[in-house]
């Protein structure tokens, strides 16, 4: 399972509405999470922003203990996601969405853990991943 920005940081996040969804997944897939590292400056940054320090270490420390995949993506990424970018300009949707959507794609995930349906919902990507908790 692809990860993007905002379901990670509701899985962080224990006021999230959406964390004890997030949290079940992440218990019954953790092996099958994976980052893309275009989120992981994002998330850091919001991690730091809205959550504070003690947050952002515990986040970064389990960064360092392998408790998600980090999959580093690709110049075939690159490409792909500015195809889904030109050909989805209507959504005004950013680089970092294409990229996760791009790394799903490569990888053949089942599904992508989000909760920004306008933009992942919107877009339709080879292997039809589920979007998860929606499609749970």
């Known amino acids: ?64 203990q392998s408790a998600f995949s980090v999959d580093w993506g690709g110049d075939e990424d690159l490409a792909r996601a500015g195809e889904l970018h030109r050909q989805y300009r209507d959504l005004q949707m950013g680089w970092v969405d294409a990229l996760v959507m791009a790394c799903a794609e490569r990888l053949g995930a089942g599904a992508i853990a989000t909760l920004d349906l306008r933009h992942f919902g919107s877009v339709r990507l080879a292997g039809a991943p589920r979007l998860l908790p929606r499609d749970g």
């Open 1 to 64: 399972m692809v990860c993007d920005t905002g379901a990670l940081l509701a899985l962080l996040d224990r006021d999230e509405r959406q964390h004890a969804a997030l949290l079940r997944l992440y218990r019954a897939h953790r092996a099958g999470w994976v980052l893309p590292a275009a989120i992981l400056p994002e998330v850091d940054y919001l991690v730091a922003a809205h959550l504070g320090g003690q947050a952002q270490d515990a986040w970064l420390a389990d960064l360092a």
